[in-house]
T-cell receptor, first 105, second 116 residues
Framework: EDQVTQSPEALRLQEGESSSLNCSYTVSGLRGLFWYRQDPGKGPEFLFTLYSAGEEKEKERLKATLTKKESFLHITAPKPEDSATYLCAVGQLTFGSGTQLTVLP | GAVVSQHPSWVICKSGTSVKIECRSLDFQATTMFWYRQFPKQSLMLMATSNEGSKATYEQGVEKDKFLINHASLTLSTLTVTSAHPEDSSFYIC????????????FGPGTRLLVL
């Protein structure tokens, strides 16, 4: 059974304070690890797909990396508009519980 | 690209009535669509997988007769909550997978259902 664990549950950062979110997973045959951003009352917004260990992808202040057991979402110099819940998922159907990120001005 | 819409965005209904939610892929064709339910401050819970032209596959614990799913075309799937009760109140989100072969799901904006 696929499992995804995200940490921390919540993270408060000052604007400009870089940090990382963690997504640990166990899956029988990785068919992609997915990162999404979800704002309150809205559907998740696709960010990245990673398929193999060592792969990295970047988008603005976000960078996602992947190992055989976990993925990190690095946020560099975050801004208040980066505040959201970040979800990771494996195998399309198994989502983590998310990390609620708050960036304070 | 890869835009998914849902309609309505929110609905309030009386207990015992049925509610239909539409999910459309606007700029791509989706052979597979997914329906999720999300409670406040919780993650997404997969309800069912909807395949165009065939019966939906429901997750364990999801009542097939309560949550009717129809995927009549490559761009439209519908979820009907039959005889809705207050405990069905939730945030329902659909997603669609591009039939181009990649695994990425694109999500709709969600539908907030409140059953009185």
């Amino acid at each position: 059974e696929d499992q995804v664990t995200q940490s921390p549950e919540a993270l408060r950062l000052q604007e400009g304070e870089s940090s990382s979110l963690n997504c640990s997973y166990t899956v029988s045959g990785l068919r992609g690890l997915f990162w999404y951003r979800q704002d309150p009352g809205k559907g998740p917004e696709f960010l990245f797909t990673l398929y193999s260990a060592g792969e990295e992808k970047e988008k603005e202040r976000l960078k996602a990396t992947l190992t055989k057991k976990e993925s990190f979402l690095h946020i560099t110099a975050p801004k208040p508009e980066d505040s959201a819940t970040y979800l990771c998922a494996v195998g399309q159907l198994t989502f983590g519980s998310g990390t609620q990120l708050t960036v304070l001005p | 690209g890869a835009v998914v819409s849902q309609h309505p965005s929110w609905v309030i209904c009386k207990s015992g009535t049925s509610v239909k939610i539409e999910c459309r892929s606007l700029d791509f064709q989706a052979t597979t669509m997914f329906w999720y339910r999300q409670f406040p401050k919780q993650s997404l819970m997969l309800m069912a997988t909807s395949n165009e032209g065939s019966k939906a596959t429901y997750e364990q614990g999801v009542e097939k007769d309560k949550f009717l799913i129809n995927h009549a075309s490559l761009t439209l799937s519908t979820l009907t909550v039959t005889s809705a009760h207050p405990e069905d109140s939730s945030f329902y989100i659909c997603s669609a997978r591009d039939q181009g072969g990649y695994e990425t799901q694109y999500f709709g904006p969600g539908t907030r259902l409140l059953v009185l």
